[in-house]
């Protein structure tokens, strides 16, 4: 369902940062989540944030959280054409994941 | 297994058939999920088990589609009298317990096509 908002697609050059965004509606989500697919492959997830923080960094990845506006962003430092994929923004209630559309990024040389 | 495994990668059939598709969690993992992942959507969740019972069957579309898992581990969703707005990639996923907190891993698929 579309109770998470994505916008559809992301274009950066090589190098440089993405950032990607997500709005979700349910304030009693516990986390949220980051998943990346590629072409033919399930998805992996890449990060994850739970409801109580502002933010987290792992490696490349900064994950930012503003539970006010129920707003999450992923930004991806020094973007690698590896980097090229849809990626998910998904809201957990309990056990049940939400999941927007999905942004596909693609990385230009 | 080191990841979740779906049988098969693809499947393609004729409206009205009886598919099958399975899923081999995680091992060890007592929670499995199923989902359903239209063209251009995101994975839109099925049905929910905790060991071999559904706990939330509420994204079931209908009652065409129904999912077991008799011992706990392998999962078979089954879809009866196959349309083509059925056409999709089920997608499967499992988790170590289900409290929420608990990552929940993804397999590859199955990309159903219902001709």
């Known amino acids: 369902g579309e109770d998470v908002e994505q916008s559809l697609f992301l274009s950066v050059r090589e190098g440089d940062s993405s950032v990607i965004n997500c709005t979700y509606t349910d304030s009693s989500s516990t986390y949220l989540y980051w998943y990346k697919q590629e072409p033919g492959a399930g998805l992996q997830l890449l990060t994850y944030?739970?409801?109580?923080?502002d933010m987290k960094q792992d490696q490349r990845l900064t994950v930012l959280l503003n539970k006010k506006d129920k707003h999450l962003s992923l930004r991806i430092a020094d973007t690698q054409t590896g980097d090229s994929a849809i990626y998910f923004c998904?809201?957990?209630?309990?056990?049940?994941?939400?999941f927007g559309a999905g942004t596909t990024v693609t990385v230009r040389a | 297994g080191a990841g979740v495994s779906q049988t098969p990668s693809n499947k393609v059939t004729e409206k009205g058939k009886y598919v099958e598709l399975r899923c081999d969690p995680i091992?060890?993992?007592?929670?499995l999920y199923w989902y359903r992942q239209s063209l251009g959507q995101g994975p839109e969740f099925l049905i929910y088990?905790?060991?071999?019972?559904?706990?939330?069957d509420s994204g079931l579309p209908n009652d065409r589609f129904f999912a077991v898992r008799p011992e706990g581990s392998v999962s078979t969703l089954k879809i009866q009298r196959t349309e083509r707005g059925d056409s999709a990639v089920y997608l499967c996923?499992?988790?170590?317990?289900?409290?929420?907190?608990?990552?929940?891993?993804f397999g590859p698929g199955t990309r159903l096509t219902v001709l």
């Open positions: 998904a809201e957990s209630i309990g056990y049940k994941l939400s």
């Open positions: 088990f905790q060991g071999t019972g559904a706990a939330d």
């Open positions: 944030i739970f409801s109580n923080m």
């Open positions: 091992s060890g993992h007592t929670a």
């Open positions: 996923a499992s988790s170590l317990y289900n409290s929420g907190t608990d990552t929940q891993y």
